[in-house]
């Protein structure tokens, strides 16, 4: 039975972030997943003398798991959404497409899709246990590459992933920052301004300004 077959697709900027995902994925499947990664001479990719996207599509056409490593939507993403569209073609055999999400941001084609946010430790959990234990992951071979595995070690193995990964990911952006929330905002004005701005307020549909009880005086 031939070897699983893993591609990686991602942007030449953030070859550090799939050169680690690459490495792991064959350390820990003892080398018995095929890792194409067309940055890094070290992994399967292109050979030299022949046409790089037929290469590719033959690749794409016969992989079990295409990961997707996706930092932000401001860069051209067209061709790592071709290579996409050409793994799950749907007269090429079946193939697993996981969303490596690296910010808040996220393809749009993907939006019902159940990513993997690599700033997530429960994520990456989840992500391991199927690369390891789940039969569906590899569709070629039908079952794990390592069904057997312990959950300490695998819980292990994904802290390290998670760990790896952290290293070389790029800085959140401004606007991906957790900022602490406010649950109201309380403004107190006299009150003929209120009856003043009352009238406008329901017209946009905003709820009803609370108005405190008069007190005789």
Known sequence: M??????????????KIAQVLAAFCEEKSGG?????LSSNPDFKGPKIGKGLNAQLRHALWETDVLILIYT??????????????VAND?????????????????????NDVVRVNVRNLDDIKRFMNQFLRDADFFPSIKGAIA??????????????????????????????REWPTWPYLRIEMPRPEVDKMEPNLKQRGTPDVYRPPQHDR
């Open 90 to 110: 749907s007269q090429s055999p079946e193939t697993n497409i996981i969303v490596f999400q690296c910010g808040s941001e996220y393809p749009a084609l993907f």
């Open 2 to 15: 031939p070897d699983p077959t893993l591609f990686i697709s991602h942007k030449h900027s953030d070859n």
């Open 147 to 176: 069904p057997n595995l312990r959950d300490t070690f695998v819980e292990s193995a994904a802290k390290q992933l998670y760990d790896n990964i952290a290293s070389v990911l790029p800085p959140p952006l401004p606007y991906e």
């Open 32 to 36: 018995r997943v095929k890792v194409h």
């Open 72 to 85: 932000s939507s401001d860069q051209d993403w067209s061709y790592c959404m071709w290579e996409c569209g």
